[in-house]
């Protein structure tokens, strides 16, 4: 695994971020993000529904302003800056035990209530789902500790250990957590709003751009910079628990 690792490169500032991987890996990554690969996440908005009931996401351009600040302001401040951790965690100590502190730092990062429960929902869903797939004994443990309640099992987190355990390069973990959290998002506002799947394929192109420079920027970043920027999105969050109706969980 440590010489996959020293045949990849990563992101290393703006005017570079050429990231090269294997065919497997690649295979594999394809795999966790396709959308028939069950982890829960079309039952959940992380707040947008609160927003297009309020007619503030409404066509295209409305949905990449609520995208990107979720991108910029809450993910590139917060989840993912738990992934960067977690990884490197991973990599200079073999073994759970920091997981556990970024675990419950993420967990109190989320004031949202429903934010909270719909990341550790997904973060379950995801490890049942890839625990058959992988060899490594650190899945099966994290995922008992899940179950025995000695740990959250936030999404960011349980992503990052597959990622890591199959040797994905840093750069790569942050960009493809990135990447397949705003396009769920999006994939769900085309049924919600709704939209038309050719919108939907445009906003996810659209955002692209933002995921590349949201993991440059993460790179730079500790859990000295954990913050929530997107203040309204909580706020959202918040709100979507009290919706008279609701076609998402949170």
């Known amino acids: 695994m440590s010489k996959q690792r020293n045949d990849l490169t990563s992101l290393s500032n703006t005017k570079d971020t050429t990231i090269t991987i294997q065919m497997n890996q ?22 947008m529904e609160t927003y297009i009931q ?7 351009e409305t949905l990449l302003t609520y995208c990107r600040s979720y991108l910029h302001g809450n993910l590139g401040t917060g989840d993912a800056i738990f992934v960067k951790e977690a990884w490197q965690s991973l990599a200079a100590v073999p073994g ?8 419950s730092f993420c967990h109190a990062q989320k004031l949202a209530k429903e934010s909270r429960i719909g990341s550790t929902k997904m973060g379950r869903q995801f490890l049942e789902t890839v625990c058959p797939l992988s060899s490594s004994p650190l899945l099966p443990q994290w995922r008992e500790d899940i179950k025995e309640k000695r740990t959250h099992g936030h999404h960011a987190l349980s992503y990052t250990l597959y990622a890591y355990t199959e040797g994905m390069p840093l750069a790569v973990t942050i960009c493809s957590f990135l990447y397949s959290s705003v396009a769920n998002l999006i994939h769900n506002a085309v049924r919600a709003v709704p939209l038309g799947q050719t919108t939907g394929v445009q906003a996810i192109h659209a955002i692209l751009p933002d995921c590349e ?4 920027q993460v790179l730079a970043r500790t859990l000295d910079d954990v913050s929530n920027q997107a203040i309204g999105i909580e706020l959202a969050s918040m709100e979507h628990e009290f919706l008279f109706s609701r076609l998402f969980i949170s």
């Open 26 to 47: 690649l295979l594999q990554l394809m795999h966790i993000h396709d959308s028939a690969f069950p982890i829960g996440s079309y039952t959940h908005s992380f707040g």
């Open 213 to 216: 420079q949201v993991t440059t």
């Open 54 to 60: 309020q007619g503030k996401i409404h066509d295209k």
């Open 96 to 103: 759970l035990t920091t997981l556990y502190e970024l675990d």
